[in-house]
């Protein structure tokens, strides 16, 4: 317990250095989630008080103060709309705690920083739970906890291996009670933060609509989508069509799902061969959409399989998603309905009439509707149209401009302007979208779909066949493919990327490199962030107490607690008192000299133990006495020094004597 004496006694500038720097480094993670308005808040405060460390007479006074927490409170309400919810409470909590660091005055006040530290770390897992922020959080705990040992009870002029080590000992006997809790604690269905406040409205990845330009904006993003482990041997890349929305209606510019067909079922496939299992860890998206392979035929029960065989979740996903499915790599879908064709074969009202001559020419000679797609192909291959991430800006109407004039695109520029095309040529056809192929990780045994791997497809309904995939990217001429678009379309406002060969000996290291980190991300994310009531329950039925569920769970969680708090308090009865310098100095006096036969008595005291060595080996009569009378001054005289101490260490360390056996030799 800290000493009476030392809770308003004011702190070193150090201590007051380390808490602030503490604060800062808690905060840095969190900065990506918080409004720029707040960091600047939180800037300010941290020089303020760096320079009243610097000169004391720079400390703002009450006046100051006020005006500062009224600043920062409304800081807070401007930048977020609000001052409740997971982004407006935590950027009340950081500029509170900012602001506290302004009133350090007593070692109280660094106390109550270093706890209000804490919470503000648990609050970062609301927005993000990765290994790696995990293991930054926990070393900012360590050192908060530190600095609580180093203002407890005087232990500021004790070494700070001394701190550290007690500092440790303390994460040591925490760490079994945090494991009996993670395992054993009932998980709930809702998180704690949802108090109903605030809705996250932003998006991460896919968007609902296509229009040019939204997937390649997307391509250069180099964010993880999701992972996919297939339970056999995996597709053949070309085959890792991952299937996400389907857009029905088109407009002047964009493709987008519209009300859809009247059809809402699952509509079934006639037939499925080359049937595939595999499992989807999806990222957090905000969305319900999910991704399945080309066609989906199972899905799990918390699903549903709606119209254009689209997956999607019951509820918007917030966090990481694990789901199973079984997709048929070969089909045939089943005829779509008049509604359907009908659907199918809306245009949009800017149809020119350049692209009605187009689509003319290829309906001459009474070809079938498969020939006409092929003619849409060929046409793509045949005229001069070049793929890339940058094309020239298109104006009011980018289906006719693309087609005649620019020529230069990304997948949702041929995806939609053939989809169109094959409307105007009676077809039936709608747009596709969601992700192609994926890098295989061989360390983790699974696959790793990437945000730039985002593509856009057509679905054409063929007379017999039913809905056909068709993609009219794939239908240009590999020359005229330009592979350096993506680095050219990140500016200076995306992040620093490097172009590095991949087929060279340093771009195969940063790969498996990648690859690592990505494996220990994944098990982390299926071990711990994963872990959830039904993994309690086959703990449980491991143990034969599933009948008794969360009673049994709560009295192992109890059990566990009383055993493992009791061995913790029977290893510290039986801790030894810590020695101070000079008591050391002499008990390792009396170890060497116990070695050569020479052992002090129960209840000898100093003196008489030093006559007795004296009289045994008058050889070290000289050596004893010196050790002795410096560890008399030290522990019995008041005016000694810290230099005797460390005299009587020194001669100490340099009192080696040997048997008498071994002196004649």
């Known amino acids: 317990m800290a000493k009476p004496d030392l809770i308003d006694e004011p702190p070193r500038r150090d201590q007051t250095i380390a808490i602030t720097v503490a604060v800062a480094a808690a905060y840095l993670p969190l900065a990506r989630f918080m409004a720029w308005q707040v960091s600047a808040f939180l800037a300010l405060v941290l020089v303020l008080r760096f320079a009243a460390a610097r000169w004391p007479a720079a400390t703002p006074g009450r006046l100051t103060l006020l005006t500062l927490t009224l600043a920062g409170g409304m800081n807070c309400l401007i930048a977020n709309h609000t001052l409740v919810g997971k982004v407006g409470g935590t950027a009340l909590l950081v500029t509170m705690l900012a602001l506290k660091l302004l009133e350090l005055r007593t070692r109280r006040d660094h106390r109550v920083v270093a706890i209000v530290l804490g919470l503000l770390i648990v609050v970062q897992f609301l927005f993000d739970r990765g290994l790696g922020l995990t293991l930054y ?110 857009f029905w209606e088109v407009d002047d510019r964009r493709w987008f799902s519209g009300i859809g067909p009247r059809h809402k079922a699952d509509p079934g496939l006639a037939q499925a061969t080359d049937l595939i299992d595999y499992e989807v860890v999806l990222e957090p998206s905000q969305q319900r959409w999910l991704f399945a392979l080309d ?86 291959n045949r005229e001069a149209f070049s793929y890339t991430l940058l094309p020239p800006p298109l104006g009011a109407n980018p289906w006719d401009e693309f087609l005649f004039e620019t020529r230069s695109g990304f997948c949702e520029h041929y995806a939609g302007s053939f989809a169109v095309l094959m409307r105007l040529a009676g077809v039936p056809a709608r747009v ?69 060969d991949t087929a060279g000996t340093m771009g195969q290291a940063i790969r498996q490199l990648r690859n690592l980190a990505d494996s220990v991300d994944a098990a982390w994310q299926g071990w711990v962030l994963d872990f959830s009531s039904e993994q309690q329950n086959r703990l449980l039925e491991g143990l034969g107490l599933r009948a008794y569920g969360e009673l049994a769970l709560a009295l192992i969680m109890m059990t566990s607690l009383a055993l493992v708090m009791g061995l913790i308090l029977l290893a510290l009865l039986r801790q030894t008192q810590p020695q101070d310098p000079v008591t050391r100095s002499y008990a390792l006096f009396c170890r060497r000299l116990a070695r050569i036969g020479l052992t002090r008595a129960p209840g000898e005291g100093p003196a008489d133990f030093t006559r007795r ?53």
């Open 137 to 246: 959080l926990s070393a900012v705990a360590v050192s908060a906890v530190a600095l609580l040992v180093d203002l407890n009870g005087g232990l500021g002029a004790a070494p700070w291996r001394r701190t550290l080590g007690i500092t440790l000992r303390l994460a040591l006997q925490a760490a079994p009670l945090t494991l009996v809790l993670f395992l054993l604690f009932p998980r709930l269905n809702a998180p704690l933060w949802s108090l109903g406040f605030e809705r996250d409205t932003s998006t991460i990845g896919m968007s609902d609509h296509l229009e040019p330009g939204s997937i390649s904006e997307l391509v250069v993003n180099g964010e993880l989508a999701f992972r996919a482990r297939f339970t056999g041997p995996a597709p053949k890349p070309s085959e890792l069509y991952w299937r996400g929305l389907v």
């Open 295 to 380: 066609l989906p035929v199972e899905h799990p029960t918390d699903t549903k399989l709606g119209a254009g065989f689209v997956l999607s979740a019951n509820a918007p996903i917030t966090t990481a998603k694990r789901y199973r499915a079984r997709s048929a790599l070969s089909y045939q879908t089943q005829a779509p309905s008049e509604s359907e064709r009908r659907y199918a074969l809306r245009l949009p009202w800017n149809v020119t009439a350049r692209m009605r001559s187009l689509v003319a020419e290829w309906s001459r000679d009474g070809a079938t509707d498969w020939d006409l797609v092929q003619a849409g192909l060929k046409f793509f």
């Open 432 to 500: 596709v979208v969601g992700y192609l192929g994926g890098e295989p990780n061989r360390i983790g045994g699974y696959h790793m779909i990437w945000q730039s791997s985002a593509h856009a497809w057509v679905e054409v309904a063929i007379a017999g066949r039913g809905w056909v995939r068709v993609d009219p990217t794939s239908a240009v001429a590999p020359g005229r493919v330009d592979n350096r678009g993506a680095s050219r379309l990140l500016g200076a406002s995306a992040p620093l990327r490097f172009q590095i």
């Open 613 to 665: 060595v004296a009289a045994a080996r008058p050889d070290l009569a000289v050596a004893v006495r010196r050790i002795l009378a410096l560890y008399l001054r030290c522990r019995y005289m008041a005016k000694h020094t810290t230099a005797d101490g460390e005299r009587l260490a020194q001669g100490v360390r340099a009192f080696r004597p040997k048997a008498a056996r071994q002196r004649q030799q």
